[in-house]
């Protein structure tokens, strides 16, 4: 076989396949999406396209993917292929949040091609640390994730509106099963045309492996059985129930996601109109949501899943803060049986886990040297498949995402890394993933892939396949529980996968995306024309996932981002603004402590703002008017909190821009408030202690009961201030570092 040529790729390393030079060729036109089968050589096609930039145009080349192993995997492909005149280790990098700031902007001006998670860039972006301005080549992996408030967007209009040259290519081997969806992800992404090939395509199907695809049916046993029967009563009741509330529902047999989406639009309807029938509704909507869950665990999962998970939610509905809906299940006769029959049972019931153990072992039997991935949904399922295995002496380990729930702890990116290079190098031969493990993987001698479940996703379905048959033959298993949804689940999916590819042949037919669908740069705010400099704002790290954020870059306004110690965003020295979400501050004063965390902003700066963003607090739950009433009374009067209300991010950005305006627009002192005329010497005193960080009113009464005098407080050793009630050592080393700190 013919290799590559190309002053930018190593001499004999890249072999020569015609349908990568074309669309490669083609992509250098114009904004592009390739959609290629997995396994076809993406990245290929993104390293010709990158060499040819880089040679052609000069600058750097950025290349994202959703996740830290994956870019990884980019960066190792890329230093094994691309030969840049003078390349050195600084040549091409790696950013990782673990990465300090400031070495990540000396990298940048350094390198030539940078690869990282879209998140890392934009928060660098958002920071000023270094801009888009000399990137020849966006390239954008996994580009169907190129919706809503995802990095990717905010990166892509940012890179159009600013790149000198810029040229951006998306890669993807699953698209989405309509074409509007395709069109939504082109609209964002600013792409222009799109390039695809299928199985089918004559200058592909040289390269295409065999990609063998078993379905395995299963019954369900006697006692899932029952406990169906015992869930198909309960969910019944529950229709029966919010039907004579007046609501349109579906039959049980009928009660999909998206029917149950239907039901929620009619109760939050009723909850917008203040109606009680609307809040009675929610509740048992979510006693719906509860027991559809734990008929998809009995049906697909299993029964030890499936009983944990009920001996769950008794539990939670047994205690004291349960939730109405979770007490009302727990105390549900019928549920109580059902809980009673999970308790009987001893053993695993589901025949999923025999039948994958024949399959795991027949075929390690077969090729010894084999790479098995198993899929499973949910966390504890792959737990139990790992046990399970491992139990029977077949080497396997757990490949699941970074966040931690409950008891079990996630998989750091690092640890990620490492097993994947661990499964390459055949420490273990079977991989058992959750959906982290579906996106890009490149393990070339997976030649069997299991699913545990058939999945609705179009998406997830083409990327499980995609582990396997990338350089020989690939054997798929599905599993799938006879008249379940398994079955309805196996047809969506095989049915949207063809829609999908009837989409894509569409839309690379046709002269390209439609000129309505296509994205413009962000639109800059009039409010810069008075603006004499950009103004800073400090945020907090964790508000980057917002579209303020973006609002505010997009607006010309100077963002430095860092763990703030209360709010959000931090203005000069004076203003420190928490924003909430309408329905945020209405969770967080029923399922945590609003008020608490309130009051530690009400310390943090002279001129605490909150500002709650967008819907109608009174009809977010079914809490009486009055108690919000009367929280909006404690952090205004109370708590002396400025509280502002907003229509939705824009106006939220609109908002902090305007406050930072008026911060930034003079030359006066900033000082203190002014107090009111009348205060009592008594209240003067209570008023010094309080305005100390993190004290306020009512501590400092207690401060001044205990000591008598500003005085004594304020000579008070730190253990004298432990006695007082309230203060802690927090707070008492506040105090004292405050009084001894010398004013600079």
């Not at 999406?33 to 993406?42: A, E, S, W």
């Not at 969806?181 to 609209?187: G, P, T």
């Not at 296509?518 to 508000?543: L, T, W, Y």
């Not at 007082?724 to 008492?732: A, F, L, Q």
């Amino acid at each position: 076989m013919t290799t590559i040529t190309h002053p930018f790729i190593r001499p004999g390393s890249l072999d020569s396949r015609t349908y990568q030079l074309s669309i490669a060729m083609k992509a250098l036109e114009g904004h592009t999406m390739v959609v290629l089968p997995t396994g076809l050589g993406k990245t290929a096609i993104a390293l010709l396209v990158a060499a040819s930039r880089l040679y052609n145009n000069g600058g750097k080349v950025l290349m994202m993917a959703p996740t830290k192993p994956l870019v990884e995997q980019h960066l190792r492909f890329f230093r094994q292929f691309l030969s840049i005149p003078g390349q050195d280790e600084n040549t091409l990098v790696m950013f990782t949040g673990e990465t300090p700031v400031d070495e990540r902007a000396s990298a940048w001006s350094a390198a030539r091609a940078v690869f990282a998670t879209p998140q890392v860039i934009k928060n660098d972006v958002l920071s000023g640390s270094y801009d888009l301005t000399d990137v020849t080549l966006m390239i954008i992996d996994e580009c169907h994730r190129g919706v809503g408030n995802y990095a990717y967007v905010f990166l892509a209009q940012r890179y159009l509106a600013s790149g000198k040259s810029p040229l951006i290519l998306g890669m993807t081997a699953s698209p989405g099963g309509y074409v509007e969806k395709v069109e939504e992800v082109c609209a964002n992404l600013g792409i222009e045309k799109v390039e695809s090939r299928t199985d089918q395509d004559r200058d592909v199907a040289p390269y295409i492996h065999e990609r063998e695809i078993e379905v395995r049916e299963v019954d369900l046993p006697p006692e899932l059985k029952h406990a169906v029967g015992d869930l198909s009563t309960l969910i019944d009741s529950r229709l029966t129930y919010i039907r004579k509330l007046g609501f349109a529902v579906p039959p049980r047999q009928q009660l999909s996601m998206k029917a149950l989406q239907a039901i929620n639009a009619q109760v939050q309807e009723l909850i917008q109109a203040r109606d009680a029938t609307g809040f009675s509704a929610a509740s048992i909507y979510a006693e719906l949501m509860k027991l559809r869950h734990a008929l998809s665990l009995a049906e697909s999962q299993g029964s030890r899943v499936f009983a944990a998970y009920i001996n769950r939610l008794f539990a939670e509905g047994s205690g004291g803060s349960a939730s109405k809906a979770t007490a009302r299940l727990a105390r549900d006769p019928v549920f109580i049986r059902l809980h009673e029959r999970c308790i009987s049972w001893k053993e695993e019931l589901h025949p999923k886990m025999a039948i994958l153990s024949r399959v795991v072992e027949k075929q390690l039997e077969s090729s010894p040297d084999s790479r098995i991935i198993i899929f499973a949904t949910y966390r504890d399922m792959v737990q139990q498949i790992v046990d399970h295995l491992n139990s029977m002496g077949i080497a396997c380990q757990r490949f699941v995402g970074q966040a931690t729930k409950d008891s079990e702890k996630g998989l750091s990116q690092k640890r990620q890394i490492e097993a994947l290079q661990r499964f390459r190098e055949g420490a273990f031969k079977v991989l058992v993933a959750t959906s982290v493990g579906e996106e890009g993987l490149d393990i070339p001698s997976t030649d069997l892939v299991v699913f545990y479940e058939a999945v609705p996703s179009e998406i997830r379905s083409i990327q499980r396949k995609g582990r396997t048959g990338r350089s020989g033959k690939g054997r798929i298993v599905v599993l799938v529980t006879k008249g379940t949804s398994d079955e309805v689940f196996r047809y969506v999916s095989q049915n949207r996968e063809r829609s999908m590819l009837s989409g894509i042949r569409s839309i690379s037919s046709s002269s390209g995306i439609p000129a309505s669908a296509r994205s413009h740069a962000p639109p800059q705010s009039s409010i810069e024309q008075f603006m004499e400099k950009g103004p800073v704002i400090r945020v907090d790290d964790r508000e980057t996932s917002s579209r303020v954020v973006e609002i505010l870059s997009n607006m010309g306004v100077s963002l430095q981002l860092g763990r703030l110690p209360s709010g959000d965003y931090a203005i000069g020295d004076r203003i420190i603004i928490e924003r909430k979400t309408a329905r945020d501050f209405v969770d967080t004063l029923v399922e945590r402590d609003l008020l608490g965390q309130l009051r530690v902003l009400a310390g943090s700066a002279p001129r605490p703002v909150l500002i709650i963003e967008g819907g109608d607090l009174y009809s977010m739950r079914d809490i009486h008017p009055n108690a919000i009433r009367g929280t909006l009374a404690a952090v205004a009067v109370d708590l002396g909190i400025s509280i502002l209300f907003t229509r939705d991010e824009e106006d939220t950005a609109q908002m902090i821009l305007v406050l930072t305006k008026r911060e930034e627009g003079g030359d006066r002192e900033r000082s203190l408030p002014a107090k009111r005329a009348g205060h009592s010497p008594r209240e003067q005193q209570e008023l010094v202690i309080a305005s100390f960080p993190d004290i306020g009113l009512k501590n400092a009464r207690f401060l001044l009961d205990h000591f008598g005098s500003i005085r004594a407080v304020v000579n008070a050793p730190g253990d004298e201030l432990l006695k007082v009630k309230g203060i802690g050592e927090r707070r008492s080393k506040t105090i004292h570092d405050l009084c001894n700190r010398e004013y600079r």
